[in-house]
RNA sequence: GGCGCCAUGGUGCAACGGUUAGCACAUCACCCUUUCAAGGUGGAAAUGCGGGUUCGAUUCCCGCUGGCGCUACCA
């Protein structure tokens, strides 16, 4: 994908790192977007690395889905998509090395003495549970030669650990809490070496892919020493990392499938406009430090810094989204709604090739400028404004249930209809002062009409003001559908 | 269990030693109004607890509590 900005050389490398194993989620959208607002902030280089090294839980099919989200949230990346499982041989190449140096050992020890553990023995108790950190392989002494081995990780004994992060300041882990973790895991099959864990591939590649900056989730940080350790090992410069908070259901734990909507694709199909959703997202975990919080993405970029990424986890509020769709639908200029508008129009057949230019444009301008102060999603244009664009439209019980119930409005609405009809101009104000000399001479409220009105027309008890729909929809369509809807006013009014 | 991180109204953020603790969402009331929104005005609502440090703590330190994360030959 082509860059937006011209590429600044010495500036800064980052990168989002989806794996394959699922959709594209919120909280991955919300890290790719503080990625990308970093490289665009500073004329740095986004790139893309696909993280599906675990065969049995990649599935491929699923990228596109990422990728097509990522599309629609409006992130680009310079360089990528980078995949990792056509890079096993630098893995390779590096446990090799870490083992030449001394850093890394052959371990022949069962992979279920060390997995399984700790979370079975959880059980006992409480009782205190001692993880194996270290072994006798480390030492030249194999547990079970002749098996195949992994290569370990040889973690210094004592001393201490610690790394630059720009969110959370500088962090120490002594090296005894850090276990022994496996670089390569063992062979299957005929191989002498096997794949890499994520500890390995993440460094090899973000050493060779001269990434600056990590920015990624905080359920990173704990395994982040085992990483600088590695570094080390391989003689290469750690980068600033910045681990951004996590974001969490209502019920304050991670956001997962039973909070409902957690896919950013589900919010494009609800009918979210993206840079909406950019805006709320940005705003979790990460502030420009004002009160101001309607911030378009140009903004996002110009104000976006590490140092305004809070440490606190942020829950995701639906509501707020939706508050920010609806400012978005109001405030944009109309010209950047309406190829979203058509956009929907089309998915629901509603759309006519007329309203691509000159006067039918001009139209659908109008309208849709008169109907987004009402619009929540995109899908409202179609569902309770569809009389706007289509002829066929029912009336809705609710609106007949509230404003067709006086016995006097099919005799008014065909006198209204008829006053409508034999107008000279059809305006705003012919319209106005027809319908309400009408109430008058018949004595009645300029409501009762009013709301009648606007539900033989358009359908709903909902709508713009009358005489501005009336004037959207054409004297025609406004005489004829107040015609066709008689009988089903009768029939309400008697009901 | 161990290690780590975090802690301002229901929610998202401000206030980075001195403010009547601010803004927004949600919520309630009122205004506007032909419906419903939008908009406007106002209300209710927070510094988890306990110790320090300081003339002064939301802010710095310690403990507690609570939440979250990691604790795999997953990423």
């Known amino acids: 994908m082509a860059a937006a900005t011209p590429l600044n050389p010495t500036g800064p ?3 989002f790192a989806p794996s394959p194993t699922g959709y594209l989620h919120v909280g991955g959208a919300r890290t790719a977007l503080f990625n990308w607002f970093y490289a665009r902030r500073h004329a740095g280089t986004m790139i893309l690395r696909i993280e599906d090294t675990d065969a049995e839980r990649n599935k491929p099919e699923l990228l596109e889905g990422i990728l097509e989200g990522l599309r629609w949230l409006g992130l680009d990346w310079d360089e990528g998509p980078v995949h990792q499982s056509e890079r096993i ?8 090395k870490c083992l030449a140096n001394g850093s890394a050992y052959l371990c022949y020890c069962p992979a279920e003495r060390y997995a399984g553990g700790d979370a079975a023995e959880e059980g006992a108790a409480g009782a205190a549970v001692r993880r194996i950190t270290r072994c006798s392989c480390r030492d030249g002494k194999p547990s079970s030669p002749g098996t195949l081995p992994a290569i370990r990780f040889k973690v210094p004994l004592g001393g201490k650990t610690v790394f630059q992060d720009a969110v959370f300041g500088t962090r120490e882990f002594s090296n005894d809490e850090i276990e022994d973790f496996v670089l390569l895991r063992s062979a299957r099959g005929g191989e002498p070496t096997g794949l890499p864990t994520y500890q390995m591939s993440v460094v090899v590649d973000d050493i060779e892919m001269r990434i600056s900056h990590v920015i990624r989730g905080a359920d990173h940080l704990s395994n982040t020493p085992k990483q600088v350790l590695l570094y080390q090992a391989l003689g290469a410069e750690p980068p600033i990392f910045a681990h951004v908070p996590l974001i969490l259901g209502a019920d304050r734990t991670r956001l997962s499938k039973r909070h409902g909507a957690t896919s950013v694709t589900q919010y494009r199909e609800e009918g979210f406009l993206p840079e909406a959703f950019r805006n709320f997202l940005a705003l979790l975990g990460w502030s420009a430090g004002g009160d101001q919080e309607f911030l378009r993405t140009s903004e996002l970029i110009e ?4 140092e305004g990424v809070s440490r606190t986890n942020a829950v995701f509020d639906r509501a707020k989204l939706e508050w920010f769709n609806t400012q978005y639908l109001q405030k944009l200029p109309v010209e950047e709604l309406l190829p979203q508008v058509e956009g929907e129009l089309r998915r629901s057949k509603l759309w006519r090739e007329e309203w691509g230019s000159g006067a039918g444009r001009e139209w659908f301008a109008r309208t ?11 899908p409202d244009f179609s569902s309770w404004s569809r009389a706007f664009f289509s002829d066929e439209f029912s009336y809705s019980a609710a609106a007949r ?13 065909g006198q209204l209809a008829d006053a409508l009809a034999a107008l000279p101009e059809w305006n705003h104000d012919a319209c106005d002062h027809a319908l309400r000399a009408l109430a008058e001479t018949a004595g ?3 409501g009762l009409l ?11 008890a909902v709508a713009p003001p009358l005489f501005d ?3 959207a929809l054409g004297g025609d369509r406004v005489v004829s559908r107040l015609r066709k809807s008689l009988p089903e006013v009768g029939k309400s009014t008697q009901a």
């Open 13 to 15: 490398r980052v990168r």
């Open 89 to 96: 041989e630098h893995y390779r190449e590096a446990a090799k």
């Open 303 to 306: 104000k976006f810094s590490l």
């Open 368 to 378: 849709v400028d008169l109907l987004r102060p009402r619009i929540r999603l995109l």
């Open 401 to 413: 249930e509230k404003f067709w119930k006086d016995p006097r409005l099919p005799q008014l609405l």
């Open 444 to 446: 009645v409220k300029a």
């Open 450 to 460: 009013i709301n009648a009105t606007r539900v033989a027309i358009v359908g709903e």
């Open 469 to 471: 729909t009336m004037l």
